[in-house]
């Protein structure tokens, strides 16, 4: 029997699953926590006294590797397989999450003298703090009149690469100077994993205004930007970009040291978590959307031909699935809002009932609102605890609920924000569907599916879809080790093509929701609310987000300066 691995890093946590190539089973599955975590508002020891400031979200590169160390060899002694057997590698990352390195691939946070500065450290994808070079990077495209804009929906968003990477210029010009290299941290483990440095076409389309066509944008438009950074891109990258399921290199023999597997084992060029679960879960055809449902969601959609969609994070030929256009959108915080609520806002009865029946806070609000009918929280909610990532590309925009009284329940607002995350998937639905892409199901996968029932049928009856529930818990996972047996190839076992890895790994949906046709017009309703919501805070009408925002950021500023 033949096998591949394939390892997700994620969030908080990287996990990594052995699959057998000839059935796509799942053998096990092993987790690793970051010892870090998200670093957001200290660095680590023993530099605890750097306060960062709001919006900031880094990582330790450290934390990847030890995924490495730990989820493989466990994998290995749980099923005891032999590692001979294991044909091929392949990673996943959560996107863009990007880090400055020297020439031989050491990360700046590893130096002594830079371990104390934040910008030497990991940009994980959920680091807002660049809007303000955002801006920049679309003003100055839509001044020159740059095409490659409207492939991003006509914003870059500040979790994009090259916003990323001015921030380091802008306000550490030594760091920047200092990084031989700027990547992107899939492309890092995988450099880590094979001793040399590949870039893959998923992160470099996507997130760094990368096409087939045209490559990156020219010298002087990023000259427009910072005469320093007029060569970013042939001093700090790479034009070599590999397509998806390409061997990036064979194992060396450090990483089979850490991992346990046989040097030379073939390790594919990295790829996206969210891109990687579409043929996963056995999308490989227009017409379906595939919803990645964790901390935040993707959406994730294929195309015959370009279409040019509002909002969107991206479009990219070959991007997901070879011949196709892949489409990508997403929401910044849906898994996230959740957790926030339960967390910061639930009271402590909710609490006490969850640990009277031995189950979850999330599980005693969701049966609470379950039993409601649609309207009668007389709530809506605006699904941007963390910003709007589509359609509005503005990390500036926060969480709103309207219409709360003093009768107002925990269950009420847990609903609430429930049906605002699903608002906002039918906006993206519908912005998709208004350019020409056809959207006619949604295959669900990610953690939240298989946890939140009363998710999965909102997001039916909503959008007015049959949601299917992957099979696998680890779509990303999977998806990577699909890969991993891509680069293998069919002469060691494993596939010439994805197409030929869907068609063989992918097992059945696990569940189908079909929406309940009674609710409809009453969703149809409360979802022109939202539209109005929608573009009332967020489309200029009213800036008053914005305002809070600004304030909220000087503040802390200033209580930083204070406490230093």
Known sequence: MKYAIGVDFGTESGRAVLVDVATGRELATAIHDYASGVIDRRLPSPHEDVVLEPDWALQDPDDYLATLRTTI?????????????????????????????????????????????????????????AQPEADRINAAADLRGEAWLRRYGGRISSEWFFSKSLQILDEAPAVYRAADRLLEAADWVVWQLVETETRNACTAGYKAIWSKSDGFPE?????????????????????????????????????????????????????????????????????????????????MVLGSNLALAEGMCGVVEDGIIP???????????????????????????????????????????????????????????????????????????????????????????????????????????????SAGVAVDRIVACGGLPERNTLLMQLTADITGREVEVAASSQASALGAAMHGAVAAGARAGGFETILDAATTMVSPSARTYRPDPGPRALYDDLYADYRELHDYFGRGANDVLRRLRRRRDGAAREGSLASA
């Open 73 to 129: 060899p466990r994998l290995l002694i749980e099923t005891g397989i032999d590692p001979a057997d294991v044909i091929g590698l392949g990673v996943d990352f959560t996107a863009c999450t990007m880090l400055p390195a020297l020439a031989d691939g050491t990360p700046l946070c590893r130096l002594p003298e830079l371990r104390g500065e934040p910008h030497a450290w990991v940009k994980l994808w959920k680091h807002h703090a």
């Open 323 to 433: 011949g196709l256009f892949g489409y990508e959108a997403g929401q910044s915080a849906v898994g996230d809002i959740f957790g926030w609520f339960t967390r910061q806002a639930a009271p402590p009865e909710i609490h006490e009932a969850a640990r009277a029946a031995g189950t979850t806070v999330h599980a005693v609000l969701e049966a609470e609102a379950a039993g409601l009918r649609p309207g009668q929280s007389g709530l809506l909610a605006l699904d941007w605890w963390n910003g709007n990532r589509s359609i509005l590309v503005d990390v500036d925009l926060s969480g709103v609920l309207v219409g709360a009284t003093l009768a107002t329940r925990p269950s009420d607002v847990y609903r609430a924000l429930l049906e605002s995350t699903v608002y906002g998937t039918r906006m993206i639905i519908d912005s998709l569907e």
């Open 219 to 299: 010298r002087d438009y990023f000259a427009s930007l910072d005469p320093a950074f007029a060569d970013v891109v042939d001093d700090k990258m790479s034009r070599d970009i590999r397509p998806l399921g390409a061997p990036a290199g064979a194992l060396s023999i450090e990483a089979a040291g850490w991992t346990g597997l046989r040097a030379g084992t073939p390790v594919a060029v990295a790829n996206v978590d969210a891109h990687v679960s579409v043929p996963a879960v056995g999308v490989t055809a227009p017409g379906t959307m595939v919803a990645v449902m964790g901390t935040s969601t993707c959406h």
